[in-house]
């Protein structure tokens, strides 16, 4: 597996290896021992998946207090996918970064806590699947605004994506709760 630094410490992408016959192609998308080496988790206690039209965007979600690692793949369609620094000290604290994540390209993102995620479908359709390191605690989640001038995550497309109410309501920079040391 091919494990790339990001402009954000932590965030990887990463690329499994495919081997292709005439059936077909075959790929390891998760192995604990090749993950420990690559200084990843190896423990997850939970997957999800969810499954979204073209233009949804879901996010920017995080927990706090009970901070989540994600490693998200698809499993078809294609995403952009979008992550905010929300760690206290870090030094890119507040940037973001953006990945396009498909089943054609079978890129995986590891996400690590104390991060915002979310991401807009570009395809018709879309199946995400994501390993969270903590359980969902509800009284714990928080939405940072998709659109915050501050953050200005540059989402690709130029319709306005369609969000649960709970997404639209998401705080500013400014006003959110965040991380503290």
């Avoid at 410490?9 to 790929?27: K, M, N």
């Avoid at 604290?93 to 806590?113: D, K, Y």
């Avoid at 915050?148 to 995550?153: A, K, L, M, S």
């Amino acid at each position: 597996m091919k494990v790339t630094e990001t402009s954000l410490p932590g965030v990887l992408l990463l690329e499994p290896r495919l081997f292709t016959d005439s059936r077909g192609w075959f790929a390891e998308f998760y192995n604990e021992r090749v993950f420990a080496e690559a200084g990843l988790p190896s423990h997850f206690i939970q997957d999800n998946q969810s499954h979204s039209t073209e233009g949804v965007l879901r996010g920017m979600h995080y927990q706090l207090g009970a901070p989540q690692g994600k490693l998200v793949r698809v499993l078809s369609g294609t995403i952009y996918d979008a992550v905010v620094d929300l760690r206290p000290g870090s030094p890119t604290r507040g940037q973001w970064a953006g990945f396009e994540l498909s089943s054609e390209n079978r890129h995986i993102l590891w996400i690590p806590e104390d991060f915002a995620h979310g991401f807009k479908v570009l395809s018709k359709t879309a199946d995400v699947l994501y390993k969270v390191t903590k359980p969902y605690d509800s009284r714990a989640e928080r939405t940072l605004r998709w659109d915050d001038p501050e953050v200005n995550i540059l989402w690709p497309g130029s319709a306005t994506p369609v969000l649960s109410s709970k997404d639209a309501d998401g705080k500013f920079w400014s006003e959110a709760e965040l991380p503290v040391a």
